[in-house]
């Protein structure tokens, strides 16, 4: 089925280790993006992506890096993992930024770490 | 930082009745969309509607705007348990070269069989 895959669905870190969280989407879609989603705080813009290549920092940045090598894939990198980064993150894509054909939304990893 | 809030943050009907979300925003928008996460899982794509529009259906989904008020409402008729669900606006600009889609917090609504 066309769409947004997210890998893995859970994972549990330690503090202070890596790992990069897999987004791919086989819509052809220009614009990605990733969002964590706390709860009482909603969805948050970590990065995006115009298109490979391009990538731009969003709302909360730290801690986190991104590369957009093809225009299918977008990892999100955890350099050193802090509690405060237990969250569900989300990759999104679209053809466009502002979602005029709305966004497709992945099923979340969720990450736990201690 | 949110751009729409919407309101109220929590809603509970009964099946049968209609159920209307609020959502206000701050600054000059291209288009509104409303989204619905089911425990769990990812966000939906439910509705779109632009700057330049007022009002816009689909099936039983019913979205105004009202760029005046800086404001949209979502109405969900004839509701069903299966509505139960987070309902989120979000709000599309264009800044410059700086374009994004900007997420509220999420309404939850439950809708009692």
């Known amino acids: 089925n066309a769409g947004v895959t997210q890998t893995p669905k859970f994972q549990v870190l330690k503090t202070g280790q890596s790992m990069t969280l897999q987004c791919a989407q086989d819509?052809?879609?220009?614009?990605m993006s990733w969002y964590r989603q706390d709860p009482g705080m909603g969805l948050r813009l970590i990065h995006y992506?115009?298109?490979?290549?391009?990538?731009d920092q969003g709302e909360v940045p730290n801690g986190y890096n991104v590369s957009r090598s093809t225009t299918e894939d977008f990892p999100l990198r955890l350099l050193s993992a802090a509690p405060s980064q237990t969250s569900v993150y989300f990759c999104?894509?679209?053809?466009?930024?502002?979602?005029?054909?709305?966004?497709?939304f992945g099923s979340g990893t969720r990450l736990t770490v201690v | 930082s949110q751009q729409g809030e919407e309101d109220p943050q929590a809603l509970s009907i009964q099946e049968g009745e209609n159920a209307t979300m609020n959502c206000s925003y701050k600054t000059s928008i291209n288009n509104l969309q409303w989204y619905r996460q089911n425990s769990g899982r990812g966000l939906v794509h439910l509705i779109l509607i632009r700057s330049n529009e007022r009002e816009k259906h689909s099936g039983r989904l019913r979205v105004t705007l009202d760029t005046s008020k800086k404001s949209s409402s979502l109405l969900i008729t004839a509701s069903r348990a299966a509505d139960t669900a987070s309902y989120f606006c979000?709000?599309?600009?264009?800044?410059?070269?700086?374009?994004?889609?900007?997420f509220g917090k999420g309404i939850t609504l439950s809708v009692r069989p």
């Open positions: 819509m052809n879609h220009e614009y």
């Open positions: 999104a894509s679209s053809y466009s930024p502002q979602g005029f054909y709305g966004y497709t």
């Open positions: 992506s115009v298109g490979a290549g391009i990538t």
């Open positions: 979000a709000t599309g600009l264009r800044t410059g070269a700086n374009s994004k889609l900007t």
